[in-house]
């Protein structure tokens, strides 16, 4: 098995994501924002999303939280 390094990993744009999971979009951009799945952010502003990490939470290996959702 090879590991892919953070340079080379491949991102998945919010409609990826959210067909993956059957979701709106606005759903995935949710999740990010309450710290349930990170994503990075695009030179333009755009969100994009670890495959790796997607995947992980597609199988039901859920992450920790990442903080922002506790203080609500």
């Keep these: 098995m090879t590991t ?5 990993e491949s991102l998945l744009t919010p409609a990826e994501v959210a ?12 999740w990010a924002k309450a710290g349930k799945l990170s994503s990075i952010r695009t ?18 290996v859920l992450p920790e939280q990442r903080g922002g959702a506790e203080s609500r």
């Excluded at 892919?4 to 080379?8: F, I, V, Y």
């Excluded at 030179?43 to 199988?59: C, D, M, N, T």
Aim: net charge positive; charged share 35%; aromatic share 6%.
């Design 43 to 60: 030179l333009g502003g755009h969100r994009r999303y670890r495959e790796s990490e997607v995947r992980a939470l597609l199988a039901g």
């Design 4 to 8: 892919r390094t953070p340079e080379t």
């Design 19 to 30: 067909a993956m999971f059957r979701v709106d979009p606005k759903t995935v951009t949710r």
